[in-house]
C-alpha cells in the first residue's frame, strides 16, 4: 500500500480550501484535488453576496476591516478586496413595479468576488504545505478497515488510481460524484434540477446599481419558465474605486435553454435599453439539484461539507464556516476517536432547510411565477412605493414578501377576486405541486 | 455528444452528472471521451450555456444494422 494521508479533500471551493487551510495550519498531511487547472478562478455561475443578516445558517457574518468576520465561530477570512454594498433587494414585474425590501444603515446583501477569497486561501493552503493535485478528479470514495480508499483519475492520462487516507472531505459541491456514491445519498429526496447562464456586463446604462433585482413574470423570458437576476459585483481584477459590473443570469429548468433565456432577455426583453451597449467581460454557468439536505452528514470517515451536503446550496460564506467545523471536528476525532457528532448536530441546527417545512417554504417563495405578468405588475403595483425592511435571504426574504402581499389583500379582494384566490390558494399549496408548475 | 469547447465556458456541471465518466475536465473545459459516451444526453440538458451537442453517432449504427443483409448471403454461419 502506498503513504496514507491524513485527510483527503476532493474539491477546492470555499469549503474545500477552508479545510485543506486548517488542517494544514495544524500540521496534518492533506492532499487536495480538484478537476480545475486553475483552482482560484470562477466559471461557476455564483452570487457570492455576503448575507449580512445576522443568525443567517446559525452565524452572523460582517465585513471587519475589509476581511469576513464570523462572530460565532471566531474565525477570520482573508478578503482585502472591493466589495458593493446593496441597499435594496427587489422582485421587479415586466412592467418595471417592484416590491422592495430596504436596509440602509447595514444594506441587503454585499457582493464581493469569490475569487480573491479562494486564491487568498490557496496560498495560505500552499504555504503550509498541502498537497495539491489539480486536473483530477474525485471518482470515488470507499469506508475500508477504518480507512477510506479514494479512487482519482487524472484528466489527461485518463488513468484511475487508489489514494487511501484517514478521513476523507467531500466537498466537491451541489452535484459532488462522492456523495453520489455513498449510501447516505439514497436517503434524499430529490425535487428538480435546474441550469443557469451568466454574463458579467460592463457599459450597461442601468438604474440599480444599489439593488438585488429578481425578474418574477413569464415575460423575461421567451418560453415563460425561469427567472432573470441582477447583481452588482466586482471582478477580480478590480480597484478601490472602480464601477461595479452588473452579473445577469438566467436560471430555468433543465431541458430549457438557459442561455438563450438570457441573450433573448438583454436584445429582445422588456428592459433591453438597458443593456444595448453591453459588452461581456466574463461568462459562467452551473447546474443545481433540488434534493433534501443530507441529515447525517458523515458517513464512516467520510465527511460530506458545504454545498454536497445541502438543499441547492449553502452561502459561500456558510460553505467556509461547515469547513472550518469540519476540519476542527476530524482533528478532533484523529486524536480522540470522537467528534463527529458536534459537527452533525450544528449541520442540524444550523442549516434551515435541515428544519421540517423550510424546503416548503422556500419552493413556495419560488413559486410566484406562477402568476400572470399582468396579475403581477398589478400586485406590485401596490408595492411599488413601499419599502419593507429585510434582507436577500433564502430563508426569510419570503415571510417578507408574503406579509407584504397580504398587507394588501383586502383591497386585492375588493379589486381582483380571481388574483387574491389564486394568492390565498399558492401559499397553501405543497412544495410538490409548485414543483410540477 | 462533443462539446463546442468555444463556447463551454467551464462551470464543471455535465462532468460530476455524466453517468458513463465520459467526461474530463481538459484545461478548464469539458471533454467528453467518444468511446464511453453512450450520447445518453443527461450533460446536453445541464448545460447551461448549450456548449454540448448530439454528433449523432448512433442513428448512423442501428442504420447499418438494419439495412445489413449479412445473414441472408449467408456470410455467417
Redesign the interface.
Known sequence: MNKIYDFIVVGAGPAGLMIAKELSAASQDVLLID????IS?V???CCTMLINEPNTHGETVRFVDNDLHFEKTGITVKYGHPHVKLVKSSRMSTGGNKLTIVNRENGVALPYTKEIILRNLLEESLANGVDILT?T?G?RAENIDGKVKVTI?D??T?TQKEVWCRVCFAA??C???IV?GLELFKTRKYFG?Y????YFLDEVDYPNWDSWITCVGKGHTPWGKGQIYMVPKYLADAKEGDKPILDVFCGTP??M????GLDWFLTEGPFKEWFHNAKIVH?????LNFYTCIMNPVEGNIVVVGDSAAFIETYCQSALMYGYLAAQAALKVLGTGKGYDDYTNFWRESFEYCWPGEIEKALQAFGLGQLQDEELDYIFSLTNNEEYAGYVSENTAGYVMEKAIMSHIDQIRKEKPKIAAVIEKHWKSSSEDIVKG | MKVDREICVGCGACVNLCPRLAIRFVEDKSFIDQVSCIECGTCRAACGVDAIYCDCRFPEILLLNFTSDTYEKGERS
Open positions: 478537476i480545475k487547472k486553475e478562478k466559471y461557476r455561475s486536473e478528479a471518482i483519475r484528466s489527461h485518463r466537491d459541491g452535484n459532488s460524484q453520489t434540477s441550469r443557469v447562464a451568466s433543465c431541458g435553454p438557459a442561455k438563450m461568462k459562467a454557468a452551473c447546474m
